[in-house]
C-alpha cells in the first residue's frame, strides 16, 4: 500500500500572505489554456476561423469568472448547501478547496456566451475552440485536490498496490482524485485534442467533450467516496453521476445533432 503524502497545502507565504497549492494548481490550469490555445489558433481549420491570441487572452478573463463563481456556486448548491448557508462567510474561502466541476461547467458555459455576443463569434464555434484546452485544466484541479487531500476514495483492497492510506482515515482507499485526474483528465484530453485537429461538423467537438466527460466521471465515481447518494428507478448512484447522466445523455444529442444538420 502507499501512504498519502500529506503535504503542507500552504506551498509558500508573502509576508502575511499564504499561497495555497490549490490556488497555484488554477493558475496552472490556466496557464495551459493559454498555451494550448496558442496552438489551437495555428491549426489551419481554426486558423480560417479568425481565431487570434488576443481572443483567447480575452476570453480567459471571462472564463476565469465562469470557473470560480460558477465552480464555486455548484459546490454550495449541489453538495453543501444546509452546511453553507449556516457558514456563509465559508462560501468566499475558495483557497480551502471545494469547487463543483459541473457547476463551472455551467457557469463557463454563460461566461462564454457573454464573450462570444461581445466578440461577435458563434457561440457553437466558442464551445468547439475551447472544448480541447479544459480537460487538463480538470487535472490540475483534481491535483490540487489531492494535496489538499480532498475526495478520499472509497474502501480498497490492501492488496492494490496503489491502494493508499489517507489522511484522518485507518484503512485503504483508492486515489480517487489521482484517477480523475488520469481518466476525466488526461485521457479525455488526448482523445479530445486528436479529435479535434481536424475540421469538424460544428458543436461535434464540444458534443464530444460533454459526452466523453459524463461518462468517464460517471465511472471513475465508481472509485469515490459519494458526497451524497440517490435512487432512481431502484439504482443507487451518487450524486456526481446523477450530475454527469445528463451530460452523457445531452452530448450524444447534441454530437448527433451535428453530424446530421452541420455536416456541411
Known amino acids: 500500500m502507499l501512504t498519502h503524502p500529506n503535504p503542507d497545502p500552504v506551498a509558500f507565504h508573502l509576508g502575511p500572505v499564504s499561497v495555497h497549492w490549490y490556488g497555484i494548481m488554477y493558475l496552472i490550469a490556466f496557464a495551459q489554456f493559454i498555451a494550448l490555445g496558442r496552438i489551437r489558433i495555428r491549426q489551419p481549420h481554426i486558423a480560417a476561423q479568425g481565431w487570434t491570441s488576443e481572443h483567447i487572452d480575452d476570453m480567459l478573463f471571462f472564463g476565469v469568472l465562469g470557473v470560480i463563481i460558477g465552480g464555486r456556486l455548484g459546490e454550495v448548491f449541489f453538495y453543501g448547501f444546509s452546511y453553507y448557508m449556516e457558514h456563509p462567510l465559508e462560501i ?20 462564454m456566451f457573454l464573450w462570444a455576443r461581445k466578440a461577435k463569434f458563434h457561440l457553437a464555434d466558442v464551445y468547439d475552440f475551447i472544448a480541447p484546452l479544459v480537460p487538463l485544466g480538470y487535472a490540475a484541479g483534481r491535483l490540487g485536490n489531492f494535496i489538499n487531500h480532498e475526495l478520499p476514495g472509497r474502501i480498497a483492497s490492501a492488496d492494490l498496490p496503489w491502494a493508499m492510506i ?97 455536416k456541411k
Not at 92 to 111: D, E, P, R, T
Not at 193 to 201: E, H
Open 166 to 262: 489517507w489522511p484522518g482515515i485507518d484503512h485503504p482507499v483508492h486515489p480517487s482524485p489521482i484517477y480523475q485526474a488520469l481518466v476525466d483528465g488526461l485521457l479525455a484530453f488526448i482523445i479530445l485534442w486528436i479529435f479535434a485537429s481536424k475540421a469538424r461538423p460544428r458543436l461535434a467537438v464540444g458534443a464530444l467533450y460533454v459526452t466523453l466527460y459524463g461518462c468517464a466521471r460517471f465511472f471513475t465515481e465508481y472509485f469515490r467516496t459519494p458526497d451524497y447518494e440517490v435512487n432512481i428507478l431502484g439504482a443507487t448512484i451518487s450524486a456526481g453521476q446523477m450530475l454527469s447522466f445528463p451530460m452523457i445523455i445531452g452530448g450524444l444529442l447534441l454530437l448527433t445533432f451535428s453530424y446530421k444538420f452541420n
Open 92 to 111: 468566499l474561502a475558495v483557497w480551502k478547496g471545494g469547487m463543483s466541476f459541473h457547476g463551472g461547467f455551467i457557469g463557463v458555459l454563460i461566461a
